[in-house]
């Protein structure tokens, strides 16, 4: 993630191919030179597969099955191709006595090969023919999908909220330039008529719901900016986005949470787990059971049809996609997906501030340079934002209207500049009156911080 971003998927799907492709030909040059050694690496690959399946978090008796299957069948298909091989080159290299010209292939063994080729086309087409099919149902589903209108609509957007500098993030962030962090290799395709979302664990009444009842409840819109732990100080792994949605509160107290419970653990589709604190789900604040973004149906990649949003944590406690279960417990009882890869299980957003315009290293023009960016501190607020300039005094910026404590704050400053080389840096603090941090940490185990600084030359 630190060195490819969010390209990481296509980077880790390309270096399976191009190093499967590279121990499949090497275990056929072995098993041609002596039979057994192919076989033995392509084993060995399926054990080391086996290993890194089994040894996940929250891995199932069942999800050891594929390795399995598949070095198996690799072994098979090995096994089978080199025995055609064996008997095919013999004979296309033999000569024949009596007329001198290259003999016949063996026409039964070329025939065999390529029908083995052809069955595992055909398997491997029926097998992408499923999938396409499952994602162009849930397309479908989502395109004729009418949301519901809000039964508490969204707050209205104060005029001030939205600062007229050229190039600073929009206040809303558009679905398509919206973020996406998650461990699914294929965006999972639900069907939504048999979506269902479970309530288990720790409850007086376990409960499900289905997608008809879940859109039947009273609506909730709001704005609510979520970000990644992931986000470096000054990264984009950010975004400000109109949420509709049913409030897990409400669902959580019709299934009665019992005493001693602090966690929710929630679970995706494709079996990603993250740990919310119970007093997060059940306080005042609009964590919610969302269906909407932007005033349309969540996208598939963002977690269709349904996911959870909620303001004030990262988004690996919280911001579970394609939810299907919640289950409440306890911290001491549970771990989620990241928690036993060293990072923290609670995950509170920490006071950032970022600088948008100019970026970094870029030439302007001497005199007042226009700077401008975003602050955030969900579900505290910013009350005010700082600039300075080669580590000289703090400079207030003008803070914009803020549409929430949840969401970010835009900010803009016109700072005189001469001809030279400038470092500049930006602070915020929160409405408790606690300025974010300037000391350096890395983004695990839960958060980055530090202070945003760029270079520019005025010239």
Same mark, same amino acid.
């Given at each position: 993630? $630190? ?8 980077? *880790? ?36 597969? *086996? ?50 010209? $290259? ?10 090969? %390529? ?37 508490? @609509? ?36 639900? &069907?939504? @008529?048999?979506? =269902? ?26 704005? %609510?900016? /979520? ?38 653990? +929630? ?53 579970? =996609? ?21 990072? +923290?299980?609670?995950?509170? /957003? ?5 600088? &948008? ?8 023009? @001497?005199? =007042?340079? $226009? ?23 703090? $400079? ?18 016109? %700072? ?15 409405? +408790?009156?606690? @300025?974010?941090?300037?000391? =350096? ?12 600084? %760029? ?5």
């Amino acid at each position: 993630m $630190q060195l490819f971003g969010t390209a990481d998927k296509v980077v *880790l799907v390309a270096s399976i191919v191009v190093v499967a492709g590279f121990l499949a030909a090497l275990a056929g040059i072995l098993e041609r030179r002596r039979h057994g050694l192919g076989l033995a690496l392509a084993g060995l690959a399926g054990a080391a597969g *086996l290993t890194a399946v089994v040894t996940r978090a929250q891995a199932s008796p069942q999800a050891a099955l594929a390795p399995i299957v598949a070095a198996v069948v690799t072994m098979l298909l090995l096994r089978m191709l080199i025995r055609r091989l064996d008997t095919w080159v013999p004979r296309a290299s033999t000569v024949d006595e009596h007329s001198g010209e $290259q003999a016949p292939l063996a026409r039964r063994s070329f025939l065999n090969a %390529i029908s083995g080729t052809a069955l595992a086309a055909v398997v491997g087409g029926t097998v992408t023919a499923i999938l396409t099919r499952a994602t162009a149902v849930a397309a479908g589903f989502r395109s004729s999908l009418a949301l519901p209108a809000p039964a508490t @609509p969204p707050q209205t957007v104060p005029a001030g909220a939205s600062l007229p500098v050229p190039g600073i993030s929009p206040l809303v962030t558009p679905n398509t330039d919206f973020y996406r962090i998650d461990t699914a290799l294929t965006v999972p395709a639900i &069907d939504p @008529p048999s979506w =269902k979302l479970k309530v288990t664990g720790m409850v007086e009444r376990e409960m499900e719901l289905d997608f008809a009842e879940l859109l039947a409840k009273p609506m909730t819109e709001r704005h %609510i900016t /979520i970000a990644c732990v992931s986000n470096n100080v000054g990264g984009d792994l950010i975004g400000n986005a109109l949420w509709l949605g049913w409030p897990v509160r409400e669902l959580l107290a019709m299934a009665g949470p019992k005493a001693g419970a602090d966690m929710v653990l +929630s679970t995706s589709n494709d079996g990603w787990t993250a740990s919310t604190p119970l007093e997060a789900l059940t306080d005042d604040r609009d964590a919610l059971l969302a269906v909407g973004m932007n005033g349309e149906p969540l996208p598939l990649e963002h977690g269709f049809p349904v996911r959870m949003i909620v303001p004030g944590l990262y988004g690996f406690v919280s911001a579970t =996609k394609w939810l299907t279960e919640l289950k409440v417990t306890r911290f001491a009882d549970d771990t989620a997906y990241w928690t036993p890869r060293g990072w +923290s299980d609670h995950g509170p /957003i920490k006071t950032q501030s970022r600088i &948008d315009v100019p970026r970094s290293g870029r030439t302007v023009q @001497p005199g =007042k340079v $226009q700077f401008g960016g975003v602050a955030w501190a969900q579900h505290r607020g910013i009350e005010r934002v700082e600039l300075r300039v080669n580590r000289g005094a703090w $400079q207030s910026a003008q803070l914009a209207s803020a549409i929430s404590t949840d969401t970010w704050y835009q900010w803009q400053i016109g %700072i005189d500049l001469q001809p030279g080389d400038y470092e500049i840096q930006v602070r915020a603090t929160d409405a +408790s009156g606690q @300025p974010q941090t300037e000391d =350096k940490a890395p983004v695990a185990p839960d958060g980055a911080t530090g202070y945003h600084t %760029i270079n520019v030359k005025v010239a």
